[in-house]
Each structure stands twice: as C-alpha cells, then as structure tokens.
C-alpha cells in the first residue's frame, strides 16, 4: 500500500477523542503512510466455531515483516527499521459471523 491518506492525530488520546466529546477524534494534520506487510511460514492453524453468539473463523499464527513509513503535511517523517524487528506475534485470518454465519 502506497500513500494512503490518514490523519496524524499525534496521540492516541487525541485519536480516540479523549480530550473532547466522547469517541470524536481531535484535531488531526493530514498524512499518508506507505507500508508493505510479507507474511511466511505458518506455525499453526486453527479454526474456531461458537454457534452460541454465531462466529466461526479459521485462522493462522505465521511470522510477518513489516516495512512502514509516514509523512504529515507538517514536514514529520517517520520510517521504521526494517533489519531490526521481532514478530510477537501475527495472525491471518477468515471469519464469519452475523447474517453470514448459517
């Protein structure tokens, strides 16, 4: 994905609309971020079913790279460090619920 525009809220308070009225966000600086996600080697795959709340999904734990960077229009850059990353954890998933779950 390459310049998508998103806003730059500064902090995740002001993003989640935390100094104002409830879950509107705060005043934000217009942005775009470029990011590349590869995904190798699945470790497990699992799939999971509740009828009961009507979910059902089947989903693989794998290791993911990301590349990612950003600029807002006040003249902020940030890249990340792609030779310096630990995966925590990474998930793919496919999942259905609500009117799509029978």
């Known amino acids: ?55 059902e999904g089947t989903f693989k734990q794998t290791d993911a790279h990301i590349e990612w960077s950003m600029r807002n229009a006040a003249g902020f850059r940030f890249t990340t460090n792609p030779s310096n990353q630990t995966t925590l954890t990474a998930l793919l998933g496919r999942e259905r619920n609500g009117v799509f779950f029978d």
């Not at 998508?4 to 971020?33: E, H, Q, R």
Request: net charge positive; hydrophobic share 40%; charged share 15%.
């Open 1 to 55: 994905m390459e310049h998508l525009a998103v806003k730059d809220y500064g902090t995740l308070a002001n993003a989640l609309g935390l100094g104002g009225a409830p879950g509107v966000p705060g005043p934000g600086i217009a942005s775009t971020v470029t990011f590349e996600v590869r995904w190798r080697h699945v470790l497990k795959t699992q799939h999971v079913r509740d009828a009961t709340v009507g979910f």
